[in-house]
């Protein structure tokens, strides 16, 4: 038998390939170019600094947006969804790892056996009493790494798991900045409307009060009344904003309305100012920061696994099983077995006929490895295109709000020249009225231009990959 052995796994072999005509997919290869450089970021190829841009908020200086962004990480839902998927993940990886290892079972039987034997008027009884115990083992042996490529897939789908957390953190960090910078934006907005309610009172009052003296009349009046209800017609719906915006922050944190109102304070109007000095880096230090795409190449690397998985279906198993029992005849003498036995099997079995289900289980598999790929090319674009749209972002905000503080200064000067010219008696109302509107609205232009600037900032941090710590 010894023998004929390596020659029946020959033939089992020979006809396993024959029949079932052995699929073995090509693997693709990715042709996307990177590029060296930003279009549109600074001159030199400098490396991200990782370490600062884990924790990119702190650069703007604002302790009540760092409470936030710490409280967001520990109570927000999608936070601890994410981790609990982890747990799973784990957990599934720990019962594809267990198929490699081996099986072992125990069993144990009692019988019991009476007898009676009538004979010459005198009657016989007996009984006794038999105990087996036994254990049963088998191992399928991993021949040809199809296992070892279960245990591959489940790997990379842990890692996945562990960077769409990653994700979630980068995404949350942006998130609670942008609606802080939101929230504090429409802060400074309502401080530029009380001012101008505040300057608009008393251009109304002085108006009234020439009408009454009769050097004045009931038409500046009005207008005066109108423009200073106008400015009041807003300060609702910025209220509104901020209301919204502060339960906003509550969810992202996993709090309830109102939570976070004495944190945030009550109409603060300092907008987050973001550090001036960063670079971008390089493209390729991106595509290794950012968890969305190394997730992606995870999810690449579990769909190669299950391929080749899948294409190792095609060849033959190796099982080993066996058997060892104890019986005795006696339940109290276990451990003096009258009967002992042992067996061991192998088992070489090959897929001959299965359908069409194998090759074409080899054809799902590739067709999503290819999805797979694509998907990881997908993530890659959407990238380069992100930092790329951010650091457009960040250099057009900048200017706008240079431009606009020129703006400002220059419609300060040019409401109170035309409130005293009025005082005076050189210019009407009308010309007031006006410089005060366009004070107002440049004001609230550079308010939200600010707001802006901050935003794509956070952008560009989000873009980069910041808000996690390898």
């Not at 009349?217 to 109108?226: F, R």
């Not at 190792?312 to 104890?326: A, C, I, K, M, Y």
């Amino acid at each position: 038998m010894d023998r004929l052995t390596p020659l029946l796994v020959t033939v089992v072999l020979s006809a396993a390939f024959a029949l079932t005509g052995c699929v073995v997919v090509e693997r693709q290869a990715s042709h996307l170019a990177i590029p060296s450089s930003w279009q549109n970021g600074s001159a030199g190829r400098q490396a991200l600094d990782v370490k600062a841009l884990s924790a990119w908020w702190r650069g703007f200086g604002d302790s009540t947006l760092d409470r936030l962004i710490t409280l967001a990480f520990e109570g927000n839902t999608d936070v601890r969804a994410a981790m609990a998927r982890i747990d799973e993940s784990r957990a599934q990886r720990g019962v594809t790892k267990s198929a490699l290892l081996p099986s072992v079972g125990a069993s144990t039987t009692s019988r019991a056996d009476w007898s009676r034997d009538s004979q010459g008027g005198s009657t016989t009884e007996s009984s006794s009493d038999t105990l087996s115990a036994g254990i049963d083992a088998s191992w399928e042996i991993d021949l040809f790494g199809k296992l070892r490529q279960d245990l591959r897939a489940s790997d990379a789908d842990l890692a996945e798991i562990e960077e769409n957390l990653n994700s979630v953190r980068v995404s949350l960090a942006a998130e609670v900045a942008d609606a802080y910078v939101t929230l504090r934006t429409a802060e400074s907005r309502l401080a530029v409307y009380r001012r101008n309610v505040a300057t608009s009172e008393d251009t109304a009052e002085m108006t009234r009060w020439q009408e009454q003296a009769g050097e004045g009349t009931a038409l500046s009046t009005q207008q005066a009344k109108s423009t200073l209800e106008q400015a009041r017609s807003a300060i609702p719906t910025i209220q509104k904003t901020i209301g919204q915006t502060k339960n906003r922050l509550a969810l992202l944190a996993g709090l309830t309305p109102g939570s976070l109102d004495s944190l945030l304070g009550s109409d603060r109007s300092s907008i987050p100012t973001p550090s001036s000095a960063w670079s971008a880096g390089i493209p390729a230090d991106v595509l290794r920061q950012r968890p969305d795409i190394r997730a992606a190449e995870s999810a690449f690397i579990a769909s190669v696994a299950r391929t080749k998985s899948a294409e190792r279906e095609q060849l033959p198993s190796l099982t080993l099983s066996g058997t060892f029992s104890v019986e005795s005849l006696s339940t109290g003498s276990i451990f003096s077995p009258e009967i002992l036995a042992a067996n061991a099997i192998g088992q070489l079995t090959a897929p001959i006929f299965q359908g069409g289900r194998i090759r074409e289980n080899i054809h799902l598999q590739s067709a999503r490895e290819k999805q797979a790929l694509i998907a990881w090319e997908a993530a890659v674009l959407g990238a380069l295109s992100e930092v790329e749209d951010a650091l457009i972002a960040v250099r057009r905000t900048a200017e706008q709000v240079d431009i606009l503080e020129v703006a400002v200064a220059s419609a300060r000067e040019a409401e109170e020249l035309a409130r005293l010219n009025y005082q005076a008696g050189e210019i009407d109302l009308l010309e007031v009225l006006v410089t005060q509107r366009t004070l107002l609205s440049v004001e609230e232009s550079r308010a939200i231009a600010l707001g802006d600037q901050a935003a794509a900032h956070i952008q560009l941090y989000k873009a980069l990959g910041g808000g996690w710590e390898n």
